[in-house]
């Protein structure tokens, strides 16, 4: 239940790139009854999501967030010390694609590279990773990069998980800086495993023919062993029984009061969920951007791809002083991040 305190390292830039493919929602009349789809698309808040072509994966999404980040803030290459992957859908299940990365965007031998594997609280975590190396001698600039292609992983036939999952990759640099305090909770409850999981396809159920059967649940939706499986309710009470708790402990140990908070940043899961947790709070909407509207869950990748959509146009959100990332879902696991945005450069959204 540690709470970590990070000084003198800041996130200075932020970009974002999504497919240009878009899944609208009011075109699953085949999986849901026309009559119901406005009132679903109300409830989550998600009226469509960009979906990857069949060749391409997060990494390619990454790369081009990277490229973009990188040319927008003259960044040179060998400046890069280390960079960080973060993904549930990587490019295979061996070799890491860190490495990978590192080659393709021309970064030096010596910059170290590696993959974490975490769903929607992997931006939280990875941001505290990246900022502990920033914090070592030797180490000055961090390239994270978290992206994910759930549309690969979930079955069309799926109206519990289909209506939700979009993709995206985003490029974040954190690099050292004087006179900065970050606040980092990370937790996890592995009791929780099968609430969201793909029980087929890795080493203890690995791929095989039953794996790949479709089978239909008792309220209807059709999936393999290798699709996506989510129980919604049981996500929706954790999210309620940890977030709330665990934004307020943060506040609570840097000191800092709800209405100090300029802005609340949730991984966007949906907005029946994350508005009852502002609800909780008793914190103004207005303090909470949003972007599932027009790219849905993107698990990892939703909180840095909210900063680029919702605030890379002037005025938007400006006051970033005390911002609050709240990252939750499988393993289960969680995370909440207190830190500053106001110097944070942000770049144009970019469709590939």
């Not at 590696?114 to 030797?138: M, T």
């Not at 180490?139 to 036939?157: A, D, R, Y």
């Not at 909210?306 to 959100?317: D, P």
Request: charged fraction near 25%.
């Amino acid at each position: 239940m540690a709470i970590i305190k990070y000084k003198n390292v800041k996130i200075s830039a932020i970009s974002a790139c999504v497919p240009k493919n878009i899944n609208r929602n009011a075109d699953l009349g085949y999986l849901i009854p026309e009559e119901e789809i406005e009132k679903i698309i109300n409830t989550i808040g998600i009226r469509e999501k960009r979906f990857a072509d069949d060749d391409v994966c997060s990494s390619d999404l990454c790369f081009k967030a990277a490229e973009k980040l990188l040319g927008d803030n003259n960044v040179e290459r060998d400046s890069i010390d280390a960079l960080i992957f973060l993904s549930q859908t990587p490019d295979y299940h061996q070799p890491a694609t860190a490495p990978n990365l590192q080659h393709r965007l021309g970064l030096s031998e010596s910059t170290l590279a590696f993959d974490v594997n975490l769903a929607c609280s992997g931006y939280v975590y990875g941001l505290s990773i990246a900022y502990s190396f920033a914090s070592q001698e030797g180490i000055n600039k961090v390239l994270f990069l978290t992206g994910e292609t759930m549309s690969k992983t979930i079955s069309p036939k799926d109206k519990v998980a289909f209506p939700l999952f979009g993709d995206a990759g985003t490029a974040t640099l954190i690099e050292k800086a004087e006179n900065e305090v970050s606040y980092f909770s990370l937790n996890s409850d592995g009791s929780g495993a099968n609430v969201l999981i793909m029980p087929y396809g890795g080493y203890r159920n690995p791929s095989n023919v039953e794996g790949f059967k479709e089978q239909k649940d008792k309220d209807g939706n059709i999936r393999t062993g290798e699709h996506l499986k989510m129980e919604g309710m049981d996500v929706f009470n954790f999210g309620i029984r940890v977030v709330p708790r665990d934004i307020k402990r943060i506040l609570n140990f840097s000191e800092k009061l709800i209405d100090d908070v300029d802005l609340v940043i949730y991984h966007q899961a949906n907005k029946f969920m994350t508005d009852f947790f502002t609800k909780k709070l008793k914190l103004s909407t207005d303090k909470t951007p949003y972007s599932l509207e027009r790219f849905g869950n993107t698990s990892s990748a939703s909180i840095p791809l909210t900063i680029v959509s919702e605030m890379f146009e002037e005025g938007n959100y400006s006051k970033r002083n005390n911002v609050i990332m709240a990252g939750f879902g499988a393993g289960l696991s969680w995370g909440t991040a207190l830190l500053d945005l106001s110097k944070c450069k942000i770049s144009e959204l970019i469709e590939y």
